[in-house]
């Protein structure tokens, strides 16, 4: 038998009081890497959305660059908690960064997705986007044994007209 539940999600900006509970989403140098995100924000260049329960606590999180690609915002590091995947909270998060993109007059989202994530790029097709090109991507993160690698991987850029 199986239960059905339904919980309110809301999207609202992510605050640093935030940070300790989005663990989840990535190794501690992801978190700093969030407070970092933050100073952005506050100058206007991004937006950083954590979509939270009733609870206020964050289940998935996204950001928007408005400086990295003229005339469009460019939505990145999204993520959902892992137990609450394939659950419609990507799209909620999505269709709510587009609305932001819009409300700063803009008229094109922009984003990349990895090679070896075809789910994440089935999400983003079904919700219009269309591939434009590829380039490489990387990033440092903290391996098991805390020493820290450099992760290389070739992105999809994929573009919707808003």
Known sequence: MM???RIGLAVRALTEADLPSCGWSGDAMH???LAAQLRRMAAGEID???ACTPADL????????YTASPGAGTIW???VHPALQSCGIGTFLIRTA???????????AELGVEDDNPRARALYERL???????????????AEDGSIRRYETMCTL???EL
Not at 103 to 108: F, M, N, V
Not at 128 to 142: A, C, H, K, L
């Open 3 to 5: 239960t059905e539940i």
């Open 31 to 33: 978190v700093r890497q």
């Open 48 to 50: 950083y959305l954590a």
């Open 58 to 65: 964050p289940v998935a999180l996204g950001g928007i660059d």
């Open 77 to 79: 590091q999204l993520g």
């Open 98 to 108: 587009e609305q932001r993109i819009t409300a700063r007059g803009l008229t094109r």
């Open 128 to 142: 219009g986007y269309r591939p434009f090109g590829r380039e490489p991507d990387s990033w440092n993160v903290v």
């Open 158 to 160: 994929m573009r919707k």
